[in-house]
Nanobody, 115 residues
Framework: VQLQASGGGLVQDGGSLRLSCTAS????????LGWYRQVPGKQREMVAT???????GYGGFVKDRFTITRDAAKNTVYLQMNSLKPEDTAVYYC??????????WGQGTQVTVSS
């Protein structure tokens, strides 16, 4: 499985960004696609995930600001991020999980929110 992420960038406090992640390769093996983020010195944390069965989950810090959607026909998952805060600044990684718990990671895209 290969994951191609895009959509990061610089935005002001309160602004919006949309991240995209397109999966290729052994698509049928994927049970969930989602996003994690990481800042230097901290553990990677889950932002949002969407399973093939329709389950959607978010990290506790999201608080209705972010929305994850999945386009099965395009093998793509989107993360719409609104009301961004400086503390959302991080490298965002696309993640795919198989039923056996094998994880695949994209290359990461930088999101910077200026105050």
């Amino acid at each position: 499985v290969q994951l191609q992420a895009s959509g990061g960038g610089l935005v002001q406090d309160g602004g919006s960004l949309r991240l995209s992640c397109t999966a290729s390769g052994d698509i049928a093996s994927i049970t969930a696609l989602g996003w994690y983020r990481q800042v230097p010195g901290k553990q990677r944390e889950m932002v949002a995930t969407a399973t093939t069965s329709g389950f959607v989950g978010y990290g506790g810090f999201v608080k209705d600001r972010f929305t994850i959607t999945r386009d099965a026909a395009k093998n793509t998952v989107y993360l719409q991020m609104n009301s961004l805060k400086p503390e959302d600044t991080a490298v965002y990684y696309c993640n795919a999980i198989t039923p056996r718990g094998i994880e695949h990671w994209g290359q990461g895209t930088q999101v910077t929110v200026s105050s």
